[in-house]
């Protein structure tokens, strides 16, 4: 059965993964071998396929779909320590820009490898991020920017950390204009040059 859903997940066969892990549960499998040995696995394998070239966008969107499906059936099962074990990622695009695919993709690449994410959508200001990650007590802020334009405010929300006293809260970016030299430039964590290298950075940053 694990191996079913594995594959549903792996191509994106929504219907079949949100069958599978009903029939799981139904024969008593547990909710985190599921959860980890099906979704997360299976989801891990899609990141590594898509950074490797082998796999498209679409390909990802539809194999998170699967997982999503799986999910929805697990999440009110989950204990709590389960989900917070992984940790707690605040995402959103800055201030400013409206451009969402790739920070999408991060987001269904975190949710995928088993993080808790709340996504804020786009143009978020650095107190709506900062604010955001104090009340859920967020790991991580992990923010996006396509536009010259917008990346101060991505500096904004690392300054705004020090002054509300919240080192413990790690920051990661990206997007097309930035780079590592800006990244050190405004004290940020850490860089991610894509979708699979915004996970593994996240994932280094808590320590995974």
Partial sequence: MIKAIYTAVLEGKVEEASTGVQKALDSNIGVSEILNKALISAMDLVGEKFGEGDIFIPQVLWSAKAMQAGMDLLKPLLASSDRLESGKIVIGTAKGDIHDIGKNLVAIMLEGAGFDVIDLGVDVSPERFVEKAKEEKADVIAMSALLT???????????????????????????????????????????????????????GLLGR
């Fill in 149 to 203: 334009t917008t990346m101060q405010s991505m500096a904004e929300v690392v300054a705004l950390l020090k002054e509300k006293n919240l080192p413990h809260v790690k920051v990661i970016v990206g997007g097309a204009p930035v780079d590592q030299a800006f990244c050190d430039e405004i004290g940020a964590h850490a860089y991610g040059t894509d979708a699979v290298d915004g996970l593994r950075k996240t994932k």
